[in-house]
């Protein structure tokens, strides 16, 4: 394994503990606005707002998208933030260690406001990057590749934690070191798709993470 100076984390489902919040509301919506996906709150994980809405919701009108974004506003604003087990801990440690930490989420700049309110993410990160920074987002490569290049670190010496298919896709595509974080899919399915999976952060070694 390279030499990993920097480990990068998604957010949702890997520091903090909202996707079953997501999946409440993303399925709601989802048969709200006929939708016709099977399992469509798993589906979307990890994805951009202007992707979900380009790709699922084409048949909606520009007044019913605005609809469906007040509502998700809404949503966010009324969200709790509590911590996946462990998570803060470990990202403090590699702080500890000089290890480069940063934030890579498909969150809005609203929600940010409200976690870091809340959390204090951008006094713990050397460097958040939003779905609001980048283009094109997850599994676009793009968002963790700013990330590293604001740290002024390598891709292959990243590692990327994530708990998402779109998420793991983005960090292989980065050539980064890949972490499958088993909070929101079963490890098995996350198999393959990563470099390890870990079922959370807890007694979590770095030293035996990075090791080959």
């Known amino acids: 394994m390279a030499n990993i100076t920097c480990a990068l984390f998604d957010m949702d489902g890997v520091i903090i503990d909202t996707e ?34 380009k790709k699922y919701f084409a048949h909606v009108s520009a007044r019913k998208i605005d609809e469906l974004l007040e509502d998700h506003d809404r949503f966010e604003e009324q969200m709790s933030f509590p911590e ?44 958040i990057v939003s779905a609001a920074r980048v283009k094109n987002g997850k599994p676009n490569p793009e968002c963790y590749l700013l990330a590293a290049k604001e740290l002024g670190i390598e891709p292959q010496n990243c590692i990327v934690f994530e708990d998402s298919f779109a998420g793991l ?27 390890k999976v870990i079922n959370g952060f807890a007694s979590l070694e770095w030293n035996a993470l990075t090791s080959e």
């Open 20 to 53: 079953p919040q997501y999946s409440i509301f993303w399925k709601q919506t989802g048969e709200k606005y006929k939708v016709g996906i099977a399992n469509f709150e798993s589906v979307i994980k990890g994805t951009t707002m202007p992707n979900i809405l």
């Open 84 to 127: 996946i087990p462990g998570s803060v801990k470990f990202v403090e440690s590699l702080k500890a260690k000089g290890i480069k930490v940063g934030l890579v989420t498909s969150s809005s700049e609203t929600k940010l406001i409200g976690v870091n309110k809340e959390k204090h993410f951008d006094k713990l990160f050397d460097t």
């Open 169 to 195: 896709e983005a960090g292989n595509a980065a050539g980064m070191t890949t972490v499958g974080v088993a909070t929101t899919h079963p490890a098995n399915s996350l198999a393959g798709k990563c470099n």
